[in-house]
Structure formats: structure tokens, C-alpha cells
């Protein structure tokens, strides 16, 4: 694991709050994975040093938990509590401060990574996961358990991931997104009240996968 990969996790949870968003553990996690890879696509290796696997559904580093607990010791980064409703959680918050330009020297990357933490920065965790697990190149092909390999990251650098309308009616769409919110919250409410008790992920992407589709809404 490299020095930077504190400055990294602060870096990008800086961001996130610039851009009125939130991150919990796993979402901090992937975005840390994203950033490696934009790092690596300029560099040939990656940011944060950290020995990536395909643990079970998606990039897990061994290092992580620990450097949490470290930079929460440090006070360089809290908890925070959120309640909406009947649903309650766990966000992480720089307590310290980092500018991304500083941790992220090459320009392109740092472009590529940011802009990457804009798009995410307000979004809820399953739909990143899908990004990461489909859409990233050191998970294409990768074996369980296995390091992955981030020499599989093209030079090219990828289409930009922009959101896209669905063509559906605004007051079916407003109805489908309450239903989808509501179905998150409580699963992400779960997910952060177990985090701090285990020290590997609980739920992977099929699992979020089926839950989601087990709350989508009914044909009218």
C-alpha cells in the first residue's frame, strides 16, 4: 500500500461532499477502485497501492478496513449518523480536508477521476456496483479470490458513463423513483448497521440485484 492511498480516501470524500453527496463504506471503496484505474490507464500502477481481489461480486483491497480505522484514529476522517424516516445509516466525512488536484498529480487522471466522483457522488450504491462489476476492465474475466489484473486497463481512455432519460411519463417515473428510493434506503439503512461488524462485504451485487427487483413496481 502506497502513502497516498490516505490522501486518496480523503481526497475523494472531499469531492463527494463538494458535490452535495454522500459515501459509505462500500461506496468509498469503489470509487477508490475507479480512481486506481484511472490512474494505472496513464501510469501502469495504480494509486493507492492497494493489493486488489474479486472478492466474491466485486474489487475488495485488504488493506482498506484497517486504513479507515487508522484515519479515524488520526481524526482525519469521522462517522456520521443519518436517519431519513424509519431508515438510518452510516456516512464517511473527511474531517480533514484534501484537494483531489493534490493527491492525483497527472492531469488526465485527476480530470478522468473527478469526473468520475461527480457522476457518482449523489447516486446510490447498486448502480455503481453494476458500473464497477460490468463495465470495468480488471473485472472482465477475473477469478474469484483472485488479484485482479489491472494490466487489462486500455491506454484508450473510455466513453465518459453519462446518465440517460428512460422515455418514461414524469408521474410514472416520480412513482417508480419513490418505490426505488424507499427500497434502497432501507437496504443501504442494513447494510451500514452491519458494516462496522464485519470486516468483509455482506451483500453482493446479485443479491442487490434481486432485491431490486423484488421491489420494482407493479404493471399498471
Do not use: C, H
Request: glycine fraction near 4%; aromatic fraction near 10%; avoid cysteine.
Amino acid at each position: 500500500m502506497k502513502p497516498e492511498a490516505k490522501s486518496a480516501i480523503l481526497g475523494i470524500l472531499t469531492r463527494v461532499s463538494e458535490r452535495d453527496g454522500s459515501a459509505n463504506k462500500t461506496k468509498l471503496l469503489k470509487l477508490l477502485y475507479l480512481a486506481d484505474i484511472e490512474y494505472y490507464r496513464r501510469t501502469d500502477e495504480t494509486l493507492t497501492g492497494f493489493d486488489w481481489i474479486f472478492y466474491f461480486y466485486g474489487p475488495w483491497a485488504p488493506q482498506y478496513d484497517a486504513l479507515l480505522s487508522q484515519l479515524e484514529a488520526e481524526g482525519a476522517l469521522r462517522r456520521e449518523a443519518w436517519a431519513a424516516g424509519d431508515f438510518e445509516g452510516e456516512r464517511l466525512i473527511a474531517s480533514l480536508p484534501v484537494d483531489l488536484s493534490d493527491v492525483v498529480k497527472d492531469a488526465v487522471s485527476f480530470l478522468r477521476t473527478r469526473l468520475l466522483i461527480d457522476v457518482w457522488a449523489d447516486r446510490a450504491v447498486p448502480p455503481l456496483l453494476d458500473y464497477v462489476y460490468f463495465e470495468t476492465e480488471p473485472m472482465q474475466g477475473a477469478e474469484k479470490m483472485k488479484p485482479l489484473d489491472f494490466t487489462k486497463v486500455s491506454k484508450e481512455i473510455p466513453p465518459s458513463y453519462r446518465r440517460t432519460g428512460s422515455g418514461t411519463e414524469a408521474k410514472t417515473l416520480r412513482r417508480v423513483q419513490r418505490r426505488i428510493v424507499e427500497a434502497r434506503q432501507k437496504l443501504q439503512a442494513e447494510i451500514d448497521r452491519t458494516a462496522s461488524a464485519v470486516s468483509r462485504p455482506i451483500y453482493d451485487d446479485d443479491f442487490l440485484a434481486a432485491y431490486e427487483a423484488l421491489n420494482a413496481p407493479e404493471a399498471d
